[in-house]
T-cell receptor
Framework: AQKITQTQPGMFVQEKEAVTLDCTYD???????LFWYKQPSSGEMIFLIY??????QNATEGRYSLNFQKARKSANLVISASQLGDSAMYFC????????????FGTGTRLQVFP | DTGVSQDPRHKITKRGQNVTFRCDPI?????LYWYRQTLGQGPEFLTY????????KSRLLSDRFSAERPKGSFSTLEIQRTEQGDSAMYLC?????????????FGNGTRLTVT
């Protein structure tokens, strides 16, 4: 069965600093995709970044990068140069390509950026 | 690209009443998903469609829940005989046919309160 674990219920970071949000996953499939979403207090889910299980390089999208360690089954999100607008809930999610097409989400990490 | 649209944004109903939510996906997306999110949790998968076919339904989804996508465009989610435990945010998402790197694009959700 799929499982996504986010062990940090809350994180604080000072503006302009970098922060790492942890995500570990459990799957027996060889082909899967990992996603990170941001959910501000307004409620919408915003797609941030994707990492495929066969991708050899870590994904990057602007200030977001994904530290993918396949052997450890971890897919940590790194936000560089934090901004006040980064304050939100962050969810890690996984899709197993051949087993099912749904995304399974973790419980999330609340990030608060302070001046 | 007008995004995923959900209606209504908020619904308050009395226990035992039926409610119906609507979701309009991004027009070129053929996959449509329903999720439920309670406070402090990640989105929980309910069901998904490819075009008009319902491909998977969560075992957590009781018989009181039914979803349709009759013409492969918009979808409705109906909850019959609502219970207080149904109070949650109901999220709709859409995507292209599920390759592993297709992110889900979410709507702003319908917040249901059952009194």
């Amino acid at each position: 069965a799929q499982k996504i674990t986010q062990t940090q219920p809350g994180m604080f970071v000072q503006e302009k600093e970098a922060v790492t949000l942890d995500c570990t996953y459990d799957t027996s499939d060889q082909s899967y995709g990992l996603f990170w979403y941001k959910q501000p207090s307004s409620g919408e889910m915003i797609f941030l970044i994707y990492q495929g299980s066969y991708d050899e390089q870590n994904a990057t999208e602007g200030r977001y990068s994904l530290n993918f360690q396949k052997a450890r089954k971890s897919a940590n999100l790194v936000i560089s140069a934090s901004q006040l607008g980064d304050s939100a809930m962050y969810f890690c999610a996984m899709r197993e390509v051949y087993n099912t097409d749904k995304l399974i989400f973790g419980t999330g990490t609340r990030l608060q950026v302070f001046p | 690209d007008t995004g995923v649209s959900q209606d209504p944004r908020h619904k308050i109903t009395k226990r035992g009443q039926n409610v119906t939510f609507r979701c309009d996906p991004i027009s070129e997306h053929n996959r449509l998903y329903w999720y439920r999110q309670t406070l402090g949790q990640g989105p929980e998968f309910l069901t998904y469609f490819q075009n008009e076919a319902q491909l998977e339904k969560s075992r957590l989804l009781s018989d009181r829940f039914s979803a349709e996508r009759p013409k492969g465009s918009f979808s409705t989610l109906e909850i019959q005989r609502t219970e207080q435990g149904d109070s949650a945010m109901y999220l709709c998402a859409s995507s292209y046919t599920g390759t592993e790197n297709s992110p889900l694009h979410f709507g702003n959700g319908t917040r249901l309160t059952v009194t």
